[in-house]
């Protein structure tokens, strides 16, 4: 039995389908039920919350693999999931980190995922830990400004990375899951093109049939207003604007082969995601 953590989220949705295209054994843990909706339907449903360890006993209850993604910052749903899946038995679990923590030195961000994977290696449970680079649905977080103001935030100016699909980090992560011969692995997973926030725009603006606007960020307030539009913990705003300066600071982009590799395909491309979400950015009207 796989337990899939967050799995209602960008990723969890689409590792959810994965294993179930795969016939694997499958359990969410969820905290609404109602999140879960449109999920294949012969995937356990447990309520629980990583963030209360009172309600893990049930859901980690004959698990085997485990999906482990624990979001915001702190360690505390790592500790708890791991703990729990000492006491079950678990024999594997696939950890969702971040490419960040290949830095030196290590930025804010990191070291909350860098002391997660600690706490994961410390289990002594085989372990897989999965780092990927910035995710294409972080173009959502334009919504706001692109449907107020027909424009994006550009916090990075010249600085190219490659983002990921999220799709591809699930099937990553359903195939590592499901074969042998992962364990105590850790892959760096990109996009296969870099690309600047305006090249990201330009390729947006063909899908939904219209130019938008790219402004460069000035303030580092700015910058964070870029990813989240309502304000974020003093701690995570920190960690946002440091990564932001090492992402304008690379002006050629990392990337790795690695999604090819494992999956023996190309890496989705951005303009296909574009194509995918494209109803998301148009105006209501013309949708």
């Not at 980690?60 to 999931?81: E, P, S």
């Not at 980190?97 to 830095?103: A, G, K, P, R, Y």
């Not at 590592?176 to 603006?205: I, M």
């Not at 090492?246 to 002006?251: A, H, V």
Request: one cysteine or more; glycine letters at 10%.
């Amino acid at each position: 039995m796989i337990l899939v953590t967050g799995g209602t989220g960008n990723i969890g949705r689409e590792l959810t389908r994965e294993l179930d295209a795969r016939g694997a054994g499958l359990r969410l843990l969820v905290r609404d039920p109602a999140r879960a909706a449109g999920l294949p339907a012969r995937a356990e449903r447990v309520v629980g919350d990583l963030g209360e360890a009172s309600t893990l006993t049930a859901a980690f209850a004959g698990v085997d693999r485990l999906f482990l993604l624990a979001q915001g910052i702190g360690t505390d749903h790592t500790a708890a999931a791991i703990a729990a899946a000492g006491t079950a038995g678990v024999r594997h679990v696939v950890h969702l980190s971040s490419l960040h923590v290949t830095f030196e030195p290590l930025p804010a961000m990191a070291r909350w995922h860098h002391e997660r994977e600690e706490i994961v290696r410390a289990s002594a449970i085989p372990a897989t830990f999965l780092r990927p680079g910035g995710f294409m649905t972080n173009a959502l977080d334009w919504l706001p400004t692109i449907h107020e103001g027909n424009h994006v935030l550009d916090p990075v100016g010249p600085g190219r990375f490659a983002p990921i699909d999220p799709a591809d980090i699930a099937a990553v992560a359903a195939l590592v899951l499901t074969e042998d011969g992962h364990q105590d692995n850790e892959y760096a997973l990109t996009g296969g093109e870099a690309l600047t926030v305006t090249e990201q725009v330009r390729v947006l603006s063909d899908a939904i049939g219209h130019d938008i606007e790219v402004r460069a960020v000035n303030t580092p307030e700015e910058a964070v207003r870029s990813r989240f539009p309502h304000g974020a913990p003093p701690a995570l705003a920190d960690a946002i604007r440091e990564g932001f300066e090492l992402m304008r600071s690379d002006t050629v982009g990392f990337r790795t082969d690695t999604v090819e590799r494992l999956l023996g395909r190309e890496p989705r491309t951005f303009a296909d995601w574009c194509a995918r979400h494209a109803d998301a950015f148009r105006a209501p009207g013309a949708r």
